[in-house]
């Protein structure tokens, strides 16, 4: 069974720090990429950032670039995301999700975790 579980969400400071965890079991991860989406109420899902399982290469929304940092450990099959100098606007639960290449779409991943909840407070 494809499992995908993100973690270390929780109510931060505007300007703090928090790193998610993306668990992945179930599937051979190393060949798979992992991708960030995030959900605010009354919005669409939208993609945060995404790594490739081929080369690493990583992505990031506009909005996030320069503030958080994609990487993974396929020994541990996980992927984080550090998110620095958070902002209010990025108040969202953040979901993993895994595909054969990073999608800019929600609807381009195959498999999705149940997210993680981030307060900014300003």
């Known amino acids: 069974e494809v499992q995908l579980q993100a973690s270390g969400g929780g109510l931060v400071q505007a300007g703090g720090s928090l790193r998610l965890s993306c668990a992945a079991s179930g599937f051979t991860f190393d060949d798979w990429a992992i991708g960030w989406f995030r959900q605010a109420p009354g919005k669409e899902r939208e993609g945060v950032s995404c790594?490739?399982?081929?080369?690493?290469?990583?992505y990031y929304a506009d909005s996030v670039k320069g503030r958080f940092t994609i990487s993974r450990y396929n020994a541990n099959n996980t992927v984080y995301l550090q998110m620095n100098n958070l902002k209010p606007e990025d108040t969202a639960v953040f979901y993993c999700?895994?595909?054969?290449?990073?999608?800019?779409?929600?609807?381009?991943?195959?498999?999705w975790g149940k997210g993680t909840l981030v307060t900014v407070s300003s």
């Open positions: 999700a895994a595909a054969p290449i990073c999608r800019k779409s929600a609807y381009g991943m195959d498999y």
């Open positions: 790594i490739e399982s081929s080369d690493g290469s990583t």
